[in-house]
């Protein structure tokens, strides 16, 4: 008999806003868009205030502007932001002993198990809300499921303040009728090229042909099918089990020019460093991902001496390989992963022979795989 799997998603509702509503309230009930202030900057994220005016994440602060002038506009205070989560964190931790960051304000929870120390495992969910409405002031959405995909897709059904259990005998009858565009990783060309094709709907998806996909979704056609049917056999890993960290967006509309795309860059440096650091690990190698918005996939990747997890440090390696690129096209997906990860605190590689030789073997499979000339833009000091 195939045990019930029970995995939680948590996520904050308009994470950054929400604290500077809580540490401000003055702010309540008013549009806050939180970002870079400067020309160039982008919205981290917004109220739910704001986002009646059609703001939206990463969007471009001059189009936020536009749209919402008498919106206020903070520049982010990404430290308290940390201190917050760090609480949050802890929350989870008292739940499960299994726990997935996904950025500084959402993550997984394995509940598996916890039947026989909770009784009713759906009755988890309300109690961790309230936990974090104790404890920190603030509101969390909660879906509830027996896979990662179900629980991501429940826990954003009813924001703000939400709460949605899928249970497995109601999975295909709850998610069949929702729209295309709730699985996540299908961008809006892929939504509108399904709805051309008459695909409008979850259940309309999961009833079609993958040989009738493949032209369209490649590769991914037939995972992206599997979840349209509720199907999703990945684990909750935590970090400290991870080889990689890292930490990627498909943005609503396409950013346009590479002072934009570092903007959105920059906020993914700091979520990923936020894990790197909670879970107590540096990495070595740095890769940026940029997908435009032809579909085109491009990643470049950088070692570094010295194992790092701060923000500026990462953000300093992205801007290095974001040099690399062409950035004529629009982008659809940026993406930034730390790999090769060592404990927090550990030497440097260079004052280490065996960490050396492995830094060694790993370059020389990057020559393999991006070609000679990676040493020629800007790898740095070997």
């Not at 019930?4 to 998603?9: A, E, G, P, T, W």
């Not at 109601?170 to 699985?183: F, K, M, S």
């Not at 996909?213 to 995972?223: D, S, T």
Request: proline letters at 5%.
């Amino acid at each position: 008999m195939v045990r019930q799997r029970y995995i939680m998603h948590v996520d904050m509702d308009a994470f950054f806003a929400s604290v500077e509503q809580l540490d401000h309230p003055e702010y309540r009930g008013k549009p806050v868009i939180v970002g870079g202030l400067s020309g160039r900057g982008v919205v981290s994220t917004c109220s739910y205030e704001a986002r009646k005016f059609g703001v939206h994440s990463a969007m471009p602060m001059a189009t936020a502007h536009r749209l919402c002038p008498q919106a206020i506009y903070v520049q982010g205070r990404y430290g308290r932001y940390q201190e917050v989560s760090r609480e949050i964190r802890k929350i989870f931790q008292e739940f499960s002993p299994l726990v997935e960051p996904l950025s500084i304000d959402e993550a997984f929870l394995d509940l598996t198990g916890m039947e026989a120390l909770a009784g009713d495992v759906y009755a988890l969910g309300p109690k961790i809300k309230q936990a974090i409405r104790e404890r920190t002031g603030l509101t969390a959405s909660v879906g509830l499921a027996p896979n990662k995909f179900l629980a991501k897709l429940a826990s954003d059904l009813r924001k703000p303040d939400g709460m949605v259990i899928i249970r497995p005998e109601e999975a295909a009858a709850t998610i069949a009728p929702l729209p295309v565009g709730r699985i996540f990783g299908l961008g809006q060309r892929s939504v509108a090229a399904l709805e051309k094709m008459g695909i409008r709907t979850i259940g309309q998806l999961a009833a079609c042909d993958p040989r009738l996909l493949r032209p369209l979704l490649g590769k991914n056609a037939e995972e992206i099918r599997n979840r349209a049917q509720g199907l999703d056999s990945r684990p909750v890993v935590p970090d400290e089990q991870r080889k990689s960290l890292g930490k990627e967006n498909t943005f609503p509309v396409d950013l346009v020019g590479m002072e934009t795309c570092l903007g959105a860059l920059w906020d993914l440096c700091q979520q990923v460093g936020w894990r790197l650091r909670c879970a107590g690990l540096s990495g070595c190698t740095v890769t940026l991902k940029v997908k435009t918005g032809t579909f085109q996939l491009l990643t470049r990747s950088r070692m570094v001496e010295e194992p790092l997890s701060q923000d500026e440090e990462l953000m300093e390696q992205i801007r290095l390989l974001a040099r690399q690129l062409s950035w004529s096209q629009p982008v659809r997906l940026l993406g930034v992963s730390v790999s090769h990860l060592v404990p927090a605190g550990s030497q440097s590689l260079a004052l280490d022979d065996e960490r050396r030789q492995k830094r060694n073997q790993a370059l020389d499979a990057l020559k393999q795989r991006f070609g000679e000339d990676i040493i020629r833009k800007g790898w740095g000091k070997r």
